[in-house]
């Protein structure tokens, strides 16, 4: 008697490879092996696939298929070539609305002073990530330290266009290294962001940086950022909170170096070029009004300075409450840091490192 032929089917998931601790999805081993810069990293589906790692380190290329990780080349040895790298985002199906770029590392040549006084600039000259998307406001530039971060690059249901990255590199002496995952997100998931999101935090809590935060208070925040950070409110949450943290300093927007007082300043006559918008933000902790030298409010809406404050010229940070729903703020960061003295210091406007915290109704 000829033993009946047995087929086993499963479902094409994500996967996390034994070897690499990198995110995959399961495919039976011929379909990995066929697979653009797959690696087969393990088994899943109780052993009958093996986790499909997609790895491209190119120096630009096309992405079309989920959880694909492209890196500098010859990762993880330093890149160190002038170079223009353009990869093509494609999507996987067309009714895909956004993509998910997870930076696992990222560390490119960081923002110069491309200007002289009064009007200093920190542009990504030397080194840039720049996005193109058909339809939509693209995300910023970016540059330098953002290992850790991510981002989210709109993709407009049904639209065939692609959207592009260009990562310039410039110099031979810069020691850069690169890898980014793609996550290709579906409409109306539970894990979909709302449209005009820069970044989407799933979580009750956790941390948000400004791009290029770095690890030490000698990094710069970087120019011309204008986008939304999101955050998908939990069940039974009506507020949440945002805490400058304690990494050196973490809350440090539009101020200069001959006049850089340890003090926060709000609202728009202060905060006229970098700033953080908060909706409806008011104090919490350090003291319950939000105040100027002339006015008294609920709320100012813009916060700058080098404390965390809703009060003007407080010398402590405080934290700060929102109950506008979604749960959002503005970035705002102009394209220069203005300097009135002749030969001042580098002002080190760090940008801002902040917990977030949803609060129970």
């Known amino acids: 008697m000829l033993n009946p032929i047995q087929i086993f089917t499963f479902p094409n998931g994500p996967c ?3 070897s690499t601790s990198l995110t995959g999805t399961c495919f039976s081993p011929p379909e990995c092996q066929s697979k653009t810069g797959g690696l087969a990293d393990g088994p899943c589906a109780n052993g009958f696939g093996t986790c499909c790692v997609i790895l491209l380190s190119e120096c630009g290329g096309s992405i079309g298929e989920n959880s694909t990780h492209f890196s500098s080349p010859d990762y993880p040895k330093v890149y160190q070539t002038a170079a223009t790298c353009t990869y093509t985002l494609n999507k996987v199906e067309t009714d895909i609305c956004f993509l998910r770029l997870e930076f696992i590392n990222f560390v490119i040549d960081g923002p110069v002073s491309s200007a002289s006084f009064p009007n ?8 840039k990530l720049v996005f193109t998307t058909p339809t939509t406001k693209a995300p910023p530039v970016i540059c330098g330290y953002n290992t850790g971060q991510h981002m989210y ?4 249901s049904g639209l065939t266009t ?3 990255m260009v990562l310039t590199t410039t110099g031979t002496t810069f020691q850069r290294t690169w890898r980014i995952r793609v996550d290709q997100i579906h409409c109306g998931e539970y894990f979909t962001p709302p449209h005009g999101c820069a970044q989407y ?5 956790g941390r948000v940086k400004s791009f290029n935060f770095g690890t030490s208070d000698d990094y710069h925040h970087l120019n011309d950022q204008d986008y939304a950070v999101c955050f998908r409110r939990e069940k039974g949450y ?3 909170s945002y805490r400058a943290t304690d990494e050196g300093e973490s809350f440090y927007l539009s101020t200069t170096p001959q006049t850089s007082p340890t003090k926060s300043k709000v609202g728009e006559t202060s905060c006229g070029a970098d700033f953080l918008l908060i909706p409806r933000g008011t104090n919490g902790g350090a003291g319950s009004q939000c105040t100027t030298a002339a006015v008294t409010s609920s709320d100012f809406g813009r916060f700058c300075g080098r404390r965390f404050n809703c009060g003007q010229d407080s010398q402590v940070n405080s934290i700060i409450y ?5 749960f959002h703020f503005h970035v705002e960061l102009n394209g220069i840091d203005p300097i009135t003295v002749t030969n001042a210091a ?5 940008g801002f490192s902040l917990d977030f915290l949803q609060i129970l109704c």
Do not use: E
């Open 16 to 18: 996390t490879g034994s």
């Open 120 to 127: 200093q600039n920190w542009d990504c000259i030397n080194d």
């Open 153 to 156: 690059v709109d993709a407009n």
């Open 162 to 164: 692609s959207s592009t």
């Open 201 to 205: 935090f799933m979580s009750a809590s």
């Open 238 to 240: 009506c507020r949440i």
């Open 322 to 326: 929102s109950d506008l729903l979604p």
């Open 346 to 350: 580098d002002n080190k406007n760090r």
